[in-house]
T-cell receptor
Framework: KAGVTQTPRYLIKTRGQQVTLSCSPISGHRSVSWYQQTPGQGLQFLFEYFSETQRNKGNFPGRFSGRQFSNSRSEMNVSTLELGDSALYLC?????????????FGAGTRLSVL | GNSVTQMEGPVTLSEEAFLTINCTYTATGYPSLFWYVQYPGEGLQLLLKATKADDKGSNKGFEATYRKETTSFHLEKGSVQVSDSAVYFCALSDRDTGNQFYFGTGTSLTVIP
């Protein structure tokens, strides 16, 4: 069974641009969560999607948005990039929201904003 | 609310030393507890888990026991290796809050030969 796939692995953007990151969960998993990881702040929760609906949202500005498609694949978008958005963005998938699940992580997308 | 607190790093140990990384939690319900490990340049991998009080999770020589009375889930290994150098994250998920995961800040471990 394939794991969580995130694309691209690396991205370089400049301030003011926007970026879209993609996450394909493990087959059969319907819940996808996104995290931002930086050396100073650790792992910070961005949002979680289940059945194409955002269920939970972390404390990030509206420039950060996401969506989930009917096949459970998810994308997150960051608009008007700032230098501080440079980070490793991690996606995690889990089976559902009812049973005692494990989150499985992708390798991440490393975003550098210049 | 739910939260996880783990010991500050970085931790540096010599090979074959004993490892303990402390983790305590606050939860409104009956959480499941996890340790994840992140090797350089990679995402997080599940190391071990425990789903109820007094459960012991174990994997690759690492162990952690779910202690409800002290709200703790400390990670231990009797003899660390250089290959254990990584960042370790304690986490909980609580079914009462829809299984959202809460992570600690991570503890960096470096094992020197």
């Amino acid at each position: 069974k394939a794991g969580v796939t995130q694309t691209p692995r690396y991205l370089i953007k400049t301030r003011g641009q926007q970026v879209t990151l993609s996450c394909s969960p493990i087959s059969g998993h319907r819940s996808v969560s996104w995290y931002q990881q930086t050396p100073g702040q650790g792992l910070q929760f961005l949002f979680e999607y289940f059945s194409e609906t955002q269920r939970n949202k972390g404390n990030f500005p509206g420039r950060f948005s996401g969506r989930q498609f009917s096949n459970s694949r998810s994308e997150m978008n960051v608009s008007t990039l700032e230098l501080g958005d440079s980070a490793l963005y991690l996606c995690a998938s889990s089976l559902d929201i009812w049973s005692k699940n494990i989150q499985y992580f992708g390798a991440g997308t490393r975003l550098s904003v210049l | 609310g739910n939260s996880v607190t783990q010991m500050e790093g970085p931790v540096t140990l010599s090979e074959e030393a004993f490892l303990t990384i402390n983790c305590t939690y606050t939860a409104t319900g009956y959480p499941s507890l996890f340790w994840y490990v992140q090797y350089p340049g990679e995402g997080l991998q599940l190391l071990l888990k425990a789903t109820k009080a007094d459960d012991k999770g174990s994997n690759k020589g690492f162990e952690a026991t779910y202690r409800k009375e002290t709200t703790s889930f400390h990670l231990e290994k009797g003899s660390v290796q250089v290959s254990d150098s990584a960042v370790y994250f304690c986490a909980l998920s609580d079914r009462d809050t829809g299984n959202q995961f809460y992570f600690g800040t991570g503890t960096s471990l470096t094992v020197i030969p």
